[in-house]
């Protein structure tokens, strides 16, 4: 994308490579890790969203486009030390009350589990809070018309039966897209994709120069509802 004219920026939490290594993944702009003053773990959406709004916002005026990549921590695990139960007291104040928890039909339906899932939500909750507060600020610095918008995660819920299996609650990711100028939205996909797919969209999306070796397949066709997506299998490990 640098190539082909883009400005790139990581911002926050980048979970695919040697964190000692961030520095050589060759971004503009990379803003390191973000930490708040409410609490020591990085990363977190109400800490990184506000970041990330200042520096899109830098860019509302520029004709030079840009690849932001935002990174947060908000829905993954942070163990404590002495039962390895999950430990989300930062968003106590989100979560469900647990007796209206529903749990998971591959979960023991058990008071830590209830536990466990009313915080899980809180964190679900929070995040989905402070990505509006981003799509509002991307509306009103009128941004939000051409500016394609992933959301995804890169494994399934960290609970048990889940994370690090071939279940489907381990492998299915949330996978939400979208682009007012490129594609309609409010739409299901049901198809074989997966990340390797990834790629190959926002290149092709970007109108670059696709490069050699890509495994994955562009998704604008199934997104703009017309031929040129084939796929009968997908492989997991």
Known sequence: LRAAGYETLLIGLQHEGDEKKRGEMAFDVDTGRIYGEDSDIADLSGNVIPVAMRELAKRADSEQPFLARIGLQDCHTHYQDSDATFNFSYYTDKAC???????LPFLKDTPLMRSDLARYAGCIKTMDEQLGKLFDMLESSGLAENTFVVFTTDHGMPFPRAKGTLYDSGTQCACIMRWPKGFAGGRAIDAL?????????????????????????????????????ERDCIFLE
Do not use: N
Not at 97 to 103: C, F, N, R, S
Not at 206 to 227: D, H, T, W
């Open 97 to 103: 009350a647990k007796d209206t928890v529903q749990p």
């Open 193 to 229: 994709t997966g990340h390797i797919d990834l790629l190959p969209t926002i290149v092709d999306a970007a109108g670059a120069e696709m490069p050699e070796g890509v495994e994955g397949q562009s998704l604008l066709p199934l997104l703009q509802e017309r031929e040129g997506f």
